[in-house]
């Protein structure tokens, strides 16, 4: 058919790879004879022998931006995990990641970039690090810089017309969105229909751009708040070109606080600044890091003051960031820490949560086989940090555990070489615990309100009310600090008092304490459980100031107080059976 056509084709069938069927698919099973329904992103694998083939032949003629786009995403979706399936098709996510790794194109390499954050099968991740590794090698840098340097920028500031109508895209948070506006120059919700008619490959291409542009944000935000743990830093001439001034990172960057040489300062109001406001210019010979809370602790309180003033909202907790120091308990223990032992983990809650972070773990199964623990490498400080957990309760059907309980955290060099706490660098320390108090709060079973009446047999209640209601951790009293910033601006701030532990909120039917670290909540005074899983209340956040992003159970927490604030209007028939 000749190349031209051939490319074309693909081209228009690429994007459609790993999107969900829009017919049904039956399959037969490991049983013989046994025919069952295929969930819709499960990728059939009698079709990838030809898609392998489809995409080495697609990469050998002169392959387009586009289609490695299109590789990028097959990769993505082809290795993203179904439930109870596990990858969609670990071959397949393997020959996308093989082929753009064999292409010799910028695109290529900013799809790679984009993967390293992304991915979390592991198989296909080291692909996506040994083909970083070698480009890094090719060019005589080094991997981070080749991450840093492939990050596209889409021709930001992107604006246009197509017809009567003017299009920008606008990028929001770690979010991007096509704001497009009619020959009046007023906003609409999407072109009119001659414009789709007349310029239909553009705004195909727009949408698509779009996505890209969004998983990019959150890949580059990702890989940003990762470098906290890292012992990373540049020439400002590097800092300004990949963050500061890049068209997409400087929508991150320039909400972070940096330190240059020693001197931490922010953007605001279209300059450098330091913490007082003064204007920073920095020299050109300085080293760049990004700032960490627990490097200068007697500089938080005015940082956040800084974002307040100056209405910046963080991608992720950086000044609000948690600080987990060293404790008497663990002075006295010397090689490991006791922390964040004894707490009960729904284990599949776990797996995700650690693979998200960066963490390595191989699911516990109850066969008298399985042993391994979840682990982090921290190869700047040539050091592993390891958490101990065993498991309780399997599921019966697979022998894959349950619920799990934790251990011991603790830290290594070499192949077994332990290493006493008080020698952990106290930024690594504080990162590695933040992690796992991340860990045992949202897969731990106090955070599930499903768990109220404890879980099988009863035998979780106490546990369960003592990690819904109890003592703060380090997390709940930082979402408290932001509470008491933010109910004041609330129209129910007249409603609402914050005690040592509880957001309590006076409704017309009864008063309610939300706890400010799992968001469940007790109608007082008989301490009765409210349970409202947050999709039932059907409320939106509000929208207001906050000074970081990323931590969905503030939200949650406002929103709650919010619905129950006005707790005659509520309609839901779950929620009005329990008041």
Request: aromatic residues 8%; contains cysteine; glycine residues 8%.
């Amino acid at each position: 058919m000749g190349a031209d056509e051939f490319t074309a084709r693909l081209d228009d069938w690429l994007p459609l790879v790993g999107q969900a069927r829009s017919l049904p698919l039956r399959m037969t099973t490991c049983c013989p004879g046994h025919i069952a329904d295929v969930p819709p992103r499960t990728i059939d694998r009698y079709n990838v022998g030809l898609l392998w083939g489809l995409l080495w032949m697609r990469t050998m003629c002169a392959p387009s931006e586009e289609t490695l786009r299109s590789l990028g995403q097959i990769a993505d979706r082809a290795a993203r995990k179904i439930p109870g399936h596990g990858p969609a098709s670990p071959k397949l996510a393997n020959v996308a990641v093989a082929a753009l790794v064999d292409t010799d194109h910028p695109a290529a390499l900013a799809q790679l970039a984009r993967l390293s954050s992304r991915l979390t099968y592991k198989s296909t991740l080291r692909l996506v690090e040994k083909g970083l590794t070698r480009h890094a090698e090719a060019l005589g840098v080094s991997r981070e810089d080749v991450e840093e340097m492939a990050l596209p920028g889409f021709g930001l500031p992107l604006a246009d017309k197509l017809g009567d109508c003017s299009y920008e895209l606008e990028v929001r948070s770690v979010d991007a969105v096509l704001v497009w506006r009619n020959a009046d120059g007023k906003v609409v919700k999407a072109p009119p229909a001659q414009v789709r008619r007349e310029h239909g490959e553009e705004v195909k291409e727009l949408k698509v751009t779009v996505a890209d542009v969004a998983a990019t944000l959150v890949a580059t935000r990702d890989r940003l708040e990762g470098l906290l743990r890292r012992d990373r830093s540049w020439t400002v001439e590097q800092w300004r070109e990949r963050f500061l001034d890049h068209p997409l990172a400087r929508t991150l960057a320039r909400r972070l606080v940096w330190t240059v040489d020693g001197v931490a300062c922010c953007w605001a109001d279209a300059a450098l600044r330091t913490v007082d406001d003064a204007v920073f210019d920095p020299a050109g010979d300085a080293t760049v890091r990004l700032w960490h809370p627990v490097h200068d602790p007697a500089a938080v309180g005015p940082w956040r003051d800084f974002l307040s003033r100056h209405a910046i909202t963080q991608p992720f907790k950086q000044a609000h960031r948690e600080q987990y120091l060293l404790t008497d308990a663990e002075r006295a223990t010397g090689m490991y820490s006791n922390r964040f032992a004894a707490h009960v983990v729904v284990q599949h809650r776990l797996n995700a949560l650690l693979s998200r972070r960066g963490w390595s773990y191989v699911q516990h199964r109850n066969d008298g086989a399985s042993y391994n623990l979840p682990w982090l490498a921290l190869p700047d400080w040539g050091l592993r940090a390891e958490l101990g957990v065993a498991g309780i309760e399997d599921r019966g059907d697979d022998l894959v555990f349950d619920t799990m309980g934790t251990d011991q955290l603790f830290f290594i060099r070499g192949e077994r070489l332990p290493v006493p706490l008080a020698e952990v660098p106290p930024v690594v320390l504080s990162e590695v615990m933040r992690d796992v108090d991340l860990f045992v709060a949202a897969a731990g079973v106090g955070a599930d309100p499903d768990w109220y009446d404890g879980g099988p047999a009863g035998r979780y209640r106490d546990y369960w009310a003592q990690s819904s209601f109890g003592e703060l951790a380090p997390t709940g009293r930082t979402r408290r600090e932001v509470l008491a910033d933010l109910i004041p601006r609330l129209a129910i701030a007249g409603r609402c008092t914050l005690t040592d532990r509880f957001l309590e909120v006076r409704g017309d039917l009864h008063t309610y304490r939300i706890h400010c670290g799992s968001g469940n909540i007790l109608i007082a005074p008989d301490e009765r459980y409210l349970c409202i899983i947050p999709d039932s209340a059907k409320v939106k956040e509000p929208e207001m100031f906050l000074p970081f992003e990323g931590d969905s159970r503030l939200g949650e927490i406002v929103s709650k107080a919010l619905l129950l604030a006005a707790d005659k209007k509520i309609k839901d028939p779950v929620i009005l059976r329990q008041l």
